[in-house]
């Protein structure tokens, strides 16, 4: 069965200091990986695939395939970064149907 | 471009009743889905249409939820009877058909908050 599993639901952090918020997937075959965001008060979007390899905001997502992960890493986390994440990996190759996780919500305090 | 618009953002029935949302996905995105998320959960996939015809609706509880797409343009989903674990978000998302044949990401609607009394 498809699933991803985000363990901390709660990440509170002081602003400069790392984050990284974990992501697992159990899926068959290679899927396409995504983080989403959603900042207070606005809507869900993405935030950045695993195949553009590009960071956006200063966040990147290394994917591991020997440990099925996805996390999201940001060397200095800045207040403006508290919002929640969801990871959403979909199957690659014809019909995109991404699950998402649970969702983390980071805290960047002052 | 403008944005997924999705009516109304606010809703409140009693259970039995029954309930309407509507959807109407960024121009020219082929897939639109419709998402209902929990407090404290993640967006859970309802249905999947591409243009008119329906892709996946492996978990839509149909005794209870419909949902139309019928110029597959704007969409509608339906709940009746209502049941008051049937309180949560509606988002409806669409998204573009990449050059390789792959959807691009999603775009998100404002949601429809339901709350069932």
């Known amino acids: 069965a498809q699933r991803v599993t985000q363990p901390e639901k709660l990440l509170s952090v002081f602003k400069g200091a790392p984050v990284e918020l974990k992501c697992n997937y159990s899926?068959?075959?290679?899927?396409?990986l995504f983080w989403y965001v959603q900042y207070s008060r606005q809507r869900l979007q993405l935030l950045l695939r695993?195949?553009s390899r590009e960071s956006i905001k200063g966040f990147t997502a290394d994917l591991n395939k020997g440990e099925t992960s996805f996390h999201l890493k940001k060397p200095f986390a800045q207040e403006e970064d508290s919002a929640m994440y969801y990871c959403?990996?979909?199957?690659?190759?014809?019909?995109?149907?991404?699950?998402f996780g649970r969702g983390t919500s980071l805290i960047v305090h002052p | 471009e403008a944005g997924v618009a999705q009516s109304p953002r606010y809703k409140i029935i009693e259970k039995r009743q029954s309930v309407a949302f509507w959807c109407n996905p960024i121009?020219?995105?082929?897939?639109l889905y419709w998402y209902q998320q929990i407090l404290g959960q993640g967006p859970k996939l309802l249905i999947q249409?591409?243009?008119?015809?329906?892709?996946?609706d492996s978990q839509l509880p149909k005794d209870r939820f419909s949902a139309e797409r019928l110029k597959g343009v704007d969409s509608t989903l339906k709940i009746q009877p209502a049941k008051l674990e049937d309180s949560a978000v509606y988002l409806c998302?669409?998204?573009?058909?990449?050059?390789?044949?792959?959807?691009?990401?999603?775009?998100f609607g404002n949601g429809t908050r339901l709350t069932v009394t």
């Open positions: 998302a669409s998204s573009s058909i990449r050059d390789d044949g792959n959807n691009s990401p999603l775009h």
């Open positions: 899926y068959s075959g290679s899927p396409e």
């Open positions: 695993h195949i």
């Open positions: 959403a990996p979909s199957p690659s190759g014809g019909s995109y149907i991404p699950t």
């Open positions: 121009s020219g995105h082929a897939t």
């Open positions: 249409f591409q243009n008119n015809g329906v892709v996946d």
